[in-house]
């Protein structure tokens, strides 16, 4: 079956430590998306990639860094730069960016900073 | 710059009870316009979608007409169940920032028997 796989589900760091978080899809998408997800609020864009070796900043880039080597494959890294870590992070990927194709979740990380 | 408005929650239901979750907007030009919902623990999924003004989508009984004179979509359905129970989120796609989605702060239902 197509999809996206995170891992891992739970991820907890001592403060000042880097993590990277995985995202892979098996779907053929050029584009891929990290969101970043707080209580009470809606997703918020970190970092965007349209095709492989080519990424955007999104609303939120700040602390945070991705990679783009493979097309399947869309690592961040939360660096200690990021002043609020803690958060459900969700990768997403379409087909392509433009047109209304719809994003594709995976299952989500969540991050526990300490 | 875009922005999408949800009703406040949460929202608590009978079984078999109508939903309406409200959603408006604010975007330039002609935004394509989304429902996801979120299982506890889970990722989103796309529940349903409305790329121009009048259409309806529609999936699982739930449905949303893309109301342009009103800059909403509202999400409805006629009869909920216990399984319905989860967070919605309303969110939109402008024709011009590439891929973005911006997202509503969601509606958590819960639905009982």
């Known amino acids: 079956d197509g999809g996206i796989t995170q891992s891992p589900k739970y991820l907890f760091r001592k403060e000042g430590q880097n993590v990277t978080l995985s995202c892979e899809q098996n779907?053929?998408?050029?584009?891929m998306y990290w969101y970043r997800q707080d209580p009470g609020q809606g997703l918020r864009l970190i970092y965007y990639?349209?095709?492989?070796?080519?990424?955007q900043k999104g609303d939120i880039a700040e602390g945070y860094s991705v990679s783009r080597e493979k097309k399947e494959s869309f690592p961040l890294t939360v660096t200690s730069a990021q002043k609020n870590p803690t958060a459900f992070y969700l990768c997403?990927?379409?087909?392509?960016?433009?047109?209304?194709?719809?994003?594709?979740f995976g299952p989500g990380t969540r991050l526990t900073v300490t | 710059g875009n922005s999408v408005t949800q009703m406040e929650g949460p929202v608590t239901l009978s079984e078999e009870a109508f939903l309406t979750i409200n959603c408006t907007y604010t975007?330039?030009?002609?935004?394509?316009l989304f429902w996801y919902v979120q299982y506890p623990g889970e990722g989103l999924q796309l529940l349903l979608k409305?790329?121009?003004?009048?259409d309806k989508g529609s999936n699982k009984g739930f449905e949303a007409t893309y109301r342009k004179e009103t800059t909403s979509f509202h999400l409805e359905k006629g009869s909920v169940q216990v399984s319905d129970s989860a967070v919605y989120f309303c969110?939109?796609?402008?024709?011009?920032?590439?891929?973005?989605?911006?997202f509503g702060q969601g509606t958590i239902l819960t639905v009982h028997p």
């Open positions: 997403a990927s379409s087909i392509e960016g433009t047109g209304s194709y719809e994003q594709y």
């Open positions: 779907l053929n998408h050029d584009a």
């Open positions: 990639s349209q095709i492989v070796n080519d990424f």
């Open positions: 975007a330039t030009g002609y935004p394509s």
């Open positions: 409305a790329t121009k003004a009048d």
């Open positions: 969110a939109l796609k402008d024709g011009t920032s590439y891929g973005k989605l911006t």
